[in-house]
């Protein structure tokens, strides 16, 4: 137990404690948890596997076929059930819930506490061993977190905990005339615990230090980058579907092309995810498509619809008139209009705003522009102007539409302006360096 496990889990702890923990394995946030295993179920497998496998460990260090391999066999298999018994109550109580770290882990540990004694205990003593290491193996995974030492393959617990407990319980537990011993027990105890921590201390410091100078030469912890990516990868460039899926998952991201695709294999997770994601791909594709095609289609006649809004415009030589006109619309399409009209010596004039902006604002503005050019053309007073134009948009504008407007006219013979407002912003009349409103 000491020669074999402990110094094993020995050497483990010295080099956990030389490489550290794994990136993010222990967070601060409150939400802390162990990381989760890549298979579970092959795991506990393998458990099963050693269990089984132990009966030809214990069995065979026997030496002989002889009437003590049934009583071997026996406290081989009563140590490791009840130290998953015990260790799963444990992972029970501290988790909330059935905990598969110490499930795997209690009937390993019950396996190593056993190895020393199995021929020279009988059963009921057999349980307490295993039951006691399945105890002691659970509380060390509690205490490795709290530590914060990242032991991945739970070799402290398993190995070293149940080799030094395996070792002990030899004194307390072991038939002394069988093992041929004349000591008392508190005796073989003392030497028991000596020898224990004697082999420990050797194989802990020697090996602190030896990986400790190979770890200034050649850094045994990976980096960061290979640790995210994994070592099947960074170290042997062997690809896998998670991999291959996450990779194309990232391209897609960068360049937005929706034609990317994702491996697929129906026998594998990754596959499975893949082929549904590429079916989902191909409905995005085409609804894309459609949506770039409809898109094309409202840009092209919203452009056409700002050309003939452009025109609408005034677009006559006014240098002849003390007149400047300029619209700069918010949107593609504005609902913000002016124009003149010359009539003889008289230039009307609007300035005009339907409430909205875009193609709904513009169709509207079409409109008005086009009623205040009848009407000045017929000479209607700016204010019968304003009353015709009212009662015809009123009957053919969208409910929640209106507009506001300013319709002038200005006598360039005898400089008078006459103004008409219609729930526009007072119109600026400039004297000197200074603007004033006009109110109609």
């Known amino acids: 137990a000491s020669v074999v496990h402990s110094v094993g889990g020995w050497v483990a702890l010295a080099i956990l404690l030389i490489i550290g923990s794994r990136t993010g394995r222990f967070r601060k946030d409150k939400d802390k ?34 009437l003590k391999i049934p009583l071997i066999l026996i406290n081989t298999f009563l140590s490791a059930s009840f130290g998953l018994i015990f260790s799963s109550a444990m992972g ?7 905990e598969p770290l110490f499930m795997i882990t209690g009937p390993l540990a019950g396996l190593v506490s056993i190895t020393a004694s199995c021929a020279y205990v009988n059963p009921s003593e057999a349980i307490y061993i295993g039951a006691i290491g399945g105890i002691l193996s659970g509380s060390t995974i509690i205490l490795l977190e709290k530590l914060k030492i990242d032991d991945v393959v739970s070799a402290i617990p398993v190995h070293l905990v149940g080799g030094m407990w395996g070792t002990i319980s030899v004194a307390i537990f072991g038939d002394f005339e069988m093992m041929g011993l004349d000591k008392t027990r508190l005796e073989q105890l003392t030497i028991q615990i000596i020898g224990t921590f004697s082999i420990g201390g050797f194989c802990f410091f020697a090996s602190y230090i030896i990986f400790k100078s190979i770890n200034y030469i050649y850094p045994l912890r990976v980096g960061k980058i290979q640790e995210e990516l994994g070592l099947n990868i960074s170290e042997h460039n062997a690809s896998t579907d998670t991999h291959e899926l996450l990779e194309v998952l990232t391209n897609q991201a960068k360049t937005e092309d929706y034609s990317l695709r994702a491996p697929q294999d129906p026998f594998t997770d990754s596959g499975i995810i893949g082929t549904q994601y590429n079916f989902l791909m191909e409905k995005l594709e085409q609804s894309e498509k459609q949506k770039n095609k409809w898109k094309n289609r409202v840009s092209s006649e919203i452009k056409l619809a700002m050309n003939v809004q452009r025109r609408l415009m005034p677009n006559r030589d006014l240098s002849n008139y003390p007149i400047y006109g300029l619209n700069i619309p918010a949107r593609e399409i504005s609902g913000d209009f002016y124009d003149f009209y010359l009539h003889d010596d008289l230039v009307y004039f609007t300035l005009s705003d339907v409430s909205g902006k875009g193609v709904n604002a513009g169709m509207v503005m079409a409109k008005a522009i086009t009623l205040f050019k009848i009407f000045s053309r017929l000479k209607f007073k700016p204010n019968e102007i304003l009353l015709e134009m009212n009662n015809d948009l009123n009957e053919t504008n969208p409910p929640g539409t209106f ?12 400089d008078i302006i006459e103004i008409a407002n219609a729930g526009h912003q007072p119109a600026l009349l400039r004297k000197g360096k ?3 409103e006009y109110s109609s």
């Open 434 to 436: 200074n603007f004033v």
């Open 403 to 414: 507009i506001t407007s300013i319709v002038g006219c200005y006598n360039i013979k005898t």
């Open 92 to 98: 029970i109580i501290v988790m909330k819930k059935p």
């Open 33 to 66: 948890k162990l990381f989760q295993g890549s298979n579970t179920p092959i795991a506990a497998l393998g458990a099963l596997i050693l269990w089984f496998g132990w009966f030809g460990f214990n069995g065979g260090a026997n030496g002989a076929m002889d």
